[in-house]
């Protein structure tokens, strides 16, 4: 799999979260199915460096939640999105036309996405959501990196805090980072 970057594949994730018509369906599976397996490389990469490391986590369980996309797991990482995109201190305008421009028409979810660029998760609050699921953290901690590609200070507090709060070891986050071609 070739390495992802920072506005194609938020673009990509944006589409598959919204997308509402037939074609979607297969865009959302891919996207969602990228990620996870981007997540997995990384987090294999990284068990195979640790001394003690035998991989608890499989890859079924990062591609599984992907190809099994609930509404939940869009909606966490689209929080984390929106909260990576507000980290430098307010989601801009283009920032937010981008967002609701792959929304689609539904007003509920139109409501839904201004309500979270108006009051943006917290990372603690992504972190509840995510749980004990080392799958899910990675691929949370991935759509947030790729939001902030800038790495502006505030972003980079931001993402730090993210891997803390999701419990991801320093070692892990470099090796999701490299594995996205940051």
């Known amino acids: 799999m070739t390495k ?3 506005g194609a594949a938020a673009i990509g994730i944006l589409s598959m979260i919204f997308g509402r018509n037939g074609g979607a369906g297969l865009a959302k599976l891919g996207s969602l199915a990228a990620l996870g397996s981007l997540a997995y490389q990384a987090y ?3 068990q195979t460096k640790q001394v003690k490391g035998n991989s608890s986590v499989t ?3 990062f591609t599984q939640s ?3 996309s609930s509404a939940d797991v869009s909606k966490v990482i689209l929080q984390t999105m929106i909260a990576a995109a507000a980290a430098d201190g307010a989601i801009t305008e283009e920032e937010k036309q981008a967002i609701l421009s792959h929304a689609g028409e539904d007003p509920e979810v139109q409501q839904w996405i ?3 660029m108006y009051q943006p998760a917290t990372v603690q609050e992504i972190a ?6 080392p799958a899910l953290a990675t691929q949370v901690y991935l759509a947030a990196r790729v939001v902030c590609s800038n790495l502006e200070r505030k972003e980079i507090v931001f993402l730090a805090n993210l891997a803390q709060a999701l419990g991801l070891e320093d070692a892990l986050v470099e090796q ?3 594995q996205a071609g940051f």
């Open 66 to 68: 992907a190809e099994h």
């Open 59 to 61: 890859e079924k369980e």
């Open 4 to 6: 992802i970057g920072g």
């Open 114 to 116: 201004q309500q979270e």
């Open 128 to 133: 509840e959501q995510v749980g004990d699921n």
């Open 44 to 46: 294999q990469d990284y």
């Open 176 to 178: 999701l980072e490299k």
